[in-house]
């Protein structure tokens, strides 16, 4: 029975779902952003208007209180210079009166009580201060005492206490600012709180939705492949789920029925044709054409899959430049991801063709100048060496026979991983030099970097073993799998040597020509009568790898290609 397609899909649901989230995630965000900025108006009413009240409230109180003892002082001296306090605290009242006036627009019962205090002030002032200060100044310092009487004092008691009240009013207005700045925080945390449970809450939906209509369906399914993978070709596949999946498991089904059909038909042709035994041998030739169509198909689809891959790379790339910043930081993250992904999945690709190339795709063995080589390997690799600021050197190099193409990426990886694992502190150099032994020629590329340690001498030649994380050094794992099978190819072997002081020393053999061999054992042969009564042998090095060993690495190189030498690392441009 063909399952009827229907119900909304899976991409629907989805976007329902993440569309409810993000509208409740969006109002919690309003409704924080809101009670964050009244929060932020309470607490500027504590810090910048309740509390400076306080302290302006204290200021008046001092100044009234000098003014007082001022008046009182006058009356018993007659001095004028005593009322110099009086006159100085009339002014620090005027001036504290206007400033906290300026505070006053969200506090009118305490503006009311602060207008009590100057009535008061002004009451005290009229019937005490001036009548005091007139008197000692007319008729002296008795008769001026004489108005300074118990009145008086309480008049100036009432003026306390109207100041006092002032302050109560202040300290209940700054409590109650406080209690507002608690609750609006309380609050605050209470959104926060359910934001929280939103995110969760839609986050456990969704892991449920997606083990409901994802994960079972296709387990489902797949159950179901497997039966008819394992030759139950009658089985009907029938899926349940979003309308995606129902789709995907009726095209399975019709190419089950397609395969049954095909496969019926295969059986009766065989059953028809088991008399031609003299067709076994040509099917055994079909079998090898069979197999080098498989390798060629490999090879195709290798390269079929680039296209898609360069697709997704720039579609993201295009989401990289089109929405960066108007998504979250998240989201500009899992894009940069993706992006990351499908351009090391290419270069995966590149590096795995190049791989099974070598010696499939031959153009056969010329003789090779390793010199020119270099040169060649020089330009290759000249960015990367202008961005580490690095110097690449060699000395006289053999020709051998093999193919220029393959030496060409043996020597540039080398070079390559030499650069790219350099000591960041240090200038980094790379050497390249040659010598014959026996009936082989002995190459070794050494630098300066940060060296390999034994234990792993024999793992980085195996194909995607890295020793460090993708994200310290860039690279598949592939560079020196390639290095070993061009090698091995031209007849030779790599390893590394782990004997040196610093850095790291590849070396691997190349076959000699025959007449490279026997100019050696000539130049053997003759050594003794050249050398007379000393003894010690001569290298077999060429004489310009001497010069290097000699004269260390500033000595000049020669190179089929180059102006005057094979020394190309002096140059110092700052790649930005």
């Known amino acids: 029975m063909k399952p009827v397609v229907g119900g909304w899909s899976l991409r629907r649901r989805v976007i329902t779902l993440l569309t409810v989230v993000g509208v409740l995630l969006i109002g919690l965000a309003t409704a924080e952003a809101a009670m964050a900025a009244r929060n932020r108006t309470q607490i500027d009413a504590i810090l910048n208007q309740t509390g400076p009240l306080r302290v302006q409230s204290q200021e008046l109180l001092n100044a009234l209180l000098d003014q007082e003892t001022a008046v009182r ?31 006053l627009e969200d506090y009118p019962q305490i503006g009311q009580e602060l207008l009590i205090v100057e009535e008061q002030t002004a009451q005290w002032r009229q019937s005490v201060a001036e009548p005091v200060i007139t008197t000692t100044e007319q008729s002296g310092t008795s008769a001026g005492q004489a108005l300074v009487t118990e009145r008086a004092r309480q008049q100036f008691d009432q003026v306390r206490s109207a100041v006092n009240d002032l302050q109560e009013e202040i300290l209940v207005a700054r409590e109650q600012a406080a209690a507002n700045v608690r609750t609006s ?40 492949v497997r039966e008819v993978a394992e030759g139950d070709y009658q089985h009907g596949i029938a899926t349940t789920g979003p309308p995606e999946f129902i789709r995907l498991g009726e095209d399975v089904d019709a190419m089950r029925q397609k395969i049954a059909a095909d496969l019926a038909e295969v059986r009766a042709a065989r059953e028809r044709i088991e008399w031609v035994n003299t067709q076994l041998q040509k099917q055994a030739e079909e079998l090898t054409r069979s197999n080098r169509d498989l390798e060629q198909f490999a090879y195709v689809a290798s390269h079929d899959l680039q296209e898609p891959l360069r697709k997704v790379a720039s579609f ?86 093999g193919e220029e193409p393959l030496l060409t990426n043996l020597l540039a990886n080398l070079v390559s991983n030499s650069i790219k694992f350099r000591r960041p502190d240090v200038t980094s150099k790379v050497h390249v030099s040659a010598r014959l032994v026996g009936a082989e020629w002995e190459i ?55 004997d040196v002081p610093e850095g790291t020393a590849i070396r691997f053999t190349l076959p000699a020509r025959p007449e490279d061999v026997e100019a050696a054992a000539a130049a053997d042969s003759a050594e003794p009568r050249a050398l007379g009564a000393d003894d010690t042998p001569r290298s077999t090095e060429a004489p310009a790898a001497l010069a290097e060993q000699a004269g260390g690495s500033d000595q000049p190189d020669r190179a089929d290609e180059g102006p005057e030498s094979g020394r190309t690392g002096d140059m110092k441009e700052t790649v930005g």
């Open 185 to 224: 925080s309380n609050v605050l945390v209470v959104l926060l709180i359910v934001a929280a449970l939103v995110v969760a809450a839609a986050g456990a939906l969704l892991l449920l939705s997606l083990d409901r209509m994802v994960i079972r369906p296709l387990i489902g399914l797949a159950d179901q």
């Open 444 to 498: 070794t590329c050494q630098d300066n970097g940060i060296g390999i340690e034994p234990e792993f001498a024999d793992k980085i030649f195996v194909i995607f073993q890295r020793l460090h994380s993708k994200d310290a050094y860039p690279g598949t794992g592939i560079g020196l799998a390639i290095v070993k099978k061009i090698v091995e190819y031209h007849g030779g072997r790599v390893w590394v040597d782990t």
């Open 316 to 401: 993201c790339q295009l989401l990289q430049r089109r929405y960066a910043g108007q998504l979250d930081e998240r989201a500009d993250q899992y894009i940069a991801f993706a992006v990351d992904g499908a351009q090391r999945m290419q270069r995966l690709i590149n590096d795995l063709l190049a791989f099974s190339r070598i010696g499939r795709l031959t153009t056969g063995f010329v003789e090779v100048d390793l010199n020119k080589v270099m040169g060649d390997v020089a330009g290759q690799t000249e960015a990367a060496r202008q961005y580490a600021d690095a110097e690449l050197t060699w000395t006289d190099l053999p020709v051998i026979s």
């Open 73 to 103: 002082g006058y009356a018993v001296s007659g001095d004028l210079a005593d009322l110099n306090p009086y006159r100085e605290g009339l002014e620090r009242e005027k001036s504290v009166v206007a400033s906290m006036r300026a505070l």
